[in-house]
Structure formats: C-alpha cells, structure tokens
T-cell receptor, first 112, second 114 residues
C-alpha cells in the first residue's frame, strides 16, 4: 500500500464545475503539500498546510489530521486548470521538513 | 535569484557516460532537495540538504548517484556510468526551514540515456 493515496487518478470535468481531489496518507507528517504540474511544465506549489483550511482564489485545501485526509477543491473550474495535481506529505519536524513522499497525482482535464 | 534555476534543461547522453546536473536555489533558502520523475511514474525523493547538517541521502537509488552542495547554495547531482533506467526528469526544489514555508521547484532537467 502506498503511503500517499490520491483519488481519482483521472478526472474530466466541464467548465464551471466544482472539483474535489482527495488525498489520504498513512504516515505521521509535518505538513501536507498540494502541487500542480502542467504538461511539459514544472511544478508549482499551491498549498502547504498542517491543519484546517487554506484558500487562494478559486482553490481551497483542507486537511483533517485525525483522519489523515486532505482535499483540494477547485470552484468554477476552467480549462486552464487542466493539469496534474499532486499531493505530497512532508516528514520530519517543523524545524527540518525533510523529504516529501508523493502521491501518484490526479490528472484533471476541464472541457470548455 | 528570483526562482530555482536548473541546468541544463535537457541532456542526452550515451549509456556509461557520467553526467552532472546543476541546481541554483533561491538565495537564502537553506534547504535544497533533489527529486526525479520517471516517465509515467510519480515523483521520487533522492537527497535533501539542510544548512550545514549532513545530507539525507536515503533516496539515492545506487552508489552511482551522488550530490554535493557548495557554500550552502549551488548543488550538483552527479550520475556516474549512466544507465537507460536513469532517464527521467530531475527536479530540484528549495525552501526556507521552519513552520509555514513551502517549496519552490525548478523546471527540471530532462535526462535521456541512449
């Protein structure tokens, strides 16, 4: 069993739809990251969180430490949101974030 | 610099040759990480540098892989006697240490071993 599991693996949505991507993990973590990777492009860090909820524009990330689960939501989705979204957990103490363990990613395609 | 810079962006090498990949982290970032992403695979941790501490090399796949970080800034990942399975995108990231600081990734080096 992978230490970081994402679902779904692939997601196709119509423009304007509300999207949810889920991430579950099985290890103790210092932080959870949501990353975005466009085709042929680099990786952009969207969120880093250790509790509660964060919002940036149309993106919302939540985490439940007790349940070891996080969700990434996209409101009013747009074709430019099409990308691979990767959940990653950071190990180690806050003073030393250590390495990341990555989920396999969710490939999102938003159709106009 | 303004972002994490990696060079070269693409590298094609013959099997058995050595390669060096370079990463220039954001100025002042004390932590530096190397990852790789093989075709169709997820990201894989390779090595982590934090300040003057001994690096965490636990992700290096074999002794053909090594990395150093000079002066707490630039890092070089070296792969000796390259094999075809080394073909991947090698990504570098840097961060400040401590609560609340996220990672900034470079654009990666696409290595192809022929």
């Amino acid at each position: 069993k992978n230490e970081v599991e994402q679902s779904p693996q692939n997601l196709t949505a119509q423009e304007g739809e509300f999207i949810t991507i889920n991430c579950s993990y099985s290890v103790g973590i210092s932080a959870l990251h949501w990353l975005q990777q466009h085709p042929g492009g680099g990786i952009v860090s969207l969120f880093m969180l250790s509790s509660g909820k964060k919002k940036h524009g149309r993106l919302i990330a939540t985490i439940n430490i007790q349940e070891k689960h996080s969700s990434l939501h996209i409101t009013a989705s747009h074709p430019r949101d099409s990308a691979v979204y990767i959940c990653a957990v950071g190990l180690g103490k806050w003073g030393s974030q250590g390495n990341l363990i990555f989920g396999k990613g969710t490939k999102l395609s938003v159709k106009p | 610099g303004a972002g994490v810079s990696q060079s070269p962006s693409n590298k094609v090498t013959e099997k058995g040759k050595d390669v060096e990949l370079r990463c220039d982290p954001i100025s002042g970032h004390t932590a530096l990480y190397w990852y790789r992403q093989s075709l169709g695979q997820g990201l894989e941790f390779l090595i982590y540098f934090q300040g003057n501490s001994a690096p965490d090399k636990s992700g290096l796949p074999s002794d053909r892989f090594s990395a150093e970080r000079t002066g707490g800034s630039v890092s070089t990942l070296t792969i000796q006697r390259t094999q075809q399975e080394d073909s991947a995108v090698y990504l570098c990231a840097s961060s400040l240490e401590g609560r609340g600081y996220g990672y900034t990734f470079g654009s990666g080096t696409r290595l192809t071993v022929v």
